[in-house]
């Protein structure tokens, strides 16, 4: 008996060593990537380890197991005046893992893929009403757009990692849609009606479909792209139905159910005009997508490849005194929405999406006029008010860059696959 446990503790502790060095490693791969990835301009191996407190063989090491996964590559040095050899910086690769994002709207269907170091390498919409299709029918049409992007990701020599799909609706686990009010949708099985379709490629810890409310996405992507941004703030997305993600100390809000942000459904006028929920005189109704175009004097009216918000743009900035109008009164109601959720979550910027970026300039100052008028400390303490950095499509590419950005959290997954 004794020799046996003391086999069994032999074995016990060559597993946990083996555990602990692998859990070192795996640590180590995520500090180093997440460091050039946050990096301003490419770090040599020598800053690498300065600023992490690993040293240079560690660093050494682990830059040449992620070159060797495609997740890193060697920039061309700076050019330098003094004695000595540039040391050669590091940047994420462009031809490596990539996410695919995808999108389904009332009116249409979008595809985008982006690759580690951020940049969209596939983009494209497809116009349609969908609210008289079948989710099935409207999933499909969705695969084929995927299908597509994924071809064009592997002529570029990516690969796709993982999807997700942006939804205009209340999400439950599993990505149950449990409810989209302005698709008709109501406990669609998003997951089994895309089951026979290949989206991305098998990479342990990253799933191979994530399933969301296309605001929260919309709200991730902000809260990733480009420069630096504020922390804390409320990510508006405008089309026919309004919906909001909340970022707090750079975490997004979901809510006790995850369910959180549907303001499209905030009441403006407790007893105005009834909605598609069931409420009446919620913001939709006076501020979304096809409100707009109704005061716009635009409702039913043929829209070929541009988007309506475009068409309002083009029409506001021709100075239309009716599309102003319309855009003035939408901006006052957004802004009496979104003053509530200011007062009662203190947030300092605001942040217009989809439908919403390109009309910002006309909507944006009825919405500061409500927020100063409404917002108990606005006096000294002022609600910034913007566009979206990534644009009308910010989900869809929202939802590609959270896939890549697993990645830069745990890339061991991804190298994995080159043993």
Same mark, same amino acid.
């Given at each position: 008996? $004794? *020799?046996m446990w003391q086999c069994q503790g032999v074995t016990s502790a060559? $597993?946990?060593g083996a555990v602990r060095q692998g859990s070192l490693r795996e640590l180590n791969l995520a500090v180093v990537l997440r460091r050039i990835a946050a990096a301003d301009r490419p770090p040599s191996r020598a800053e690498i380890a300065a600023r992490t407190g690993l040293t240079r063989a560690t660093v050494s090491a682990v830059v040449d197991d992620l070159i060797a996964g495609r997740l890193v590559t060697e920039a061309d040095p700076a050019p330098r005046t003094g004695a000595g050899r540039p040391a050669r910086g590091l940047v994420l690769a462009g031809d490596g893992p990539a996410g695919l994002g995808l999108e389904i709207n009332v009116d249409y269907l979008a595809a985008c893929v982006v690759d580690l170091a *951020?940049? +969209?390498r596939h983009h494209v919409v497809h116009r349609a009403d969908l609210r008289p299709v079948s989710p099935a029918d409207a999933? $499909? /049409? !969705? #695969?084929? !757009?995927?299908?597509?992007? /994924? #071809?064009a990701a592997v002529r570029q020599g990516l690969t796709l990692a993982g999807a997700a799909l942006a939804v205009p609706g209340l999400v439950g686990d599993g990505g149950l849609v449990r409810l989209a009010p302005n698709l008709g949708w109501r406990d669609v099985d998003v997951p089994r009606l895309l089951a026979g379709h /290949?989206?991305?490629?098998? +990479?342990d810890g990253v799933p191979p479909l994530v399933v969301d409310n296309e605001a929260n996405l919309a709200a991730l992507g902000? !809260?990733?792209? *480009?420069p630096p941004g504020p922390a804390s703030f409320l990510h508006i997305s405008g089309e026919v139905g309004i919906g909001a993600g909340i970022v707090l100390d750079g975490t997004l809000f979901r809510g006790a159910r995850g369910w959180s942000g549907e303001i499209g459904h905030i009441p403006v006028h407790p007893e105005g005009r009834p909605c598609r929920c069931g409420g009446r005189g919620c913001l939709e109704q006076y501020a979304g997508q096809e409100a707009i175009l109704a005061a716009a004097g635009l409702a039913g009216a043929e829209l070929p490849a541009d988007t309506a918000a475009t068409r309002l743009a083009d029409l506001a900035a021709a100075g239309d005194p009716v599309t102003l109008a319309a855009l003035a009164d939408a901006g006052t109601a957004l802004g009496v929405a979104v003053a509530g959720v200011v007062n009662l979550l203190d947030l300092d910027t605001v942040v217009l999406g989809g *439908?919403?970026?390109?009309l910002a300039p006309w909507l944006r100052p009825p919405v500061v006029a409500e927020i100063s008028r409404r917002v108990l400390t606005a006096a000294w303490s002022p609600v910034t008010v913007r566009p979206a950095a990534l644009g009308a499509q910010s989900a869809a590419v929202g939802g590609a860059a959270s896939v890549v950005r697993l990645i830069v959290d745990r890339p061991v997954g991804w190298l994995a696959r080159y043993g």
């Open positions: 008996m $004794t *020799g060559s $597993t946990a *951020g940049a +969209v999933l $499909t /049409r !969705l #695969a084929a !757009l995927a299908a597509d992007a /994924r #071809a /290949r989206l991305a490629e098998p +990479v902000e !809260l990733h792209a *480009g *439908g919403y970026a390109p």
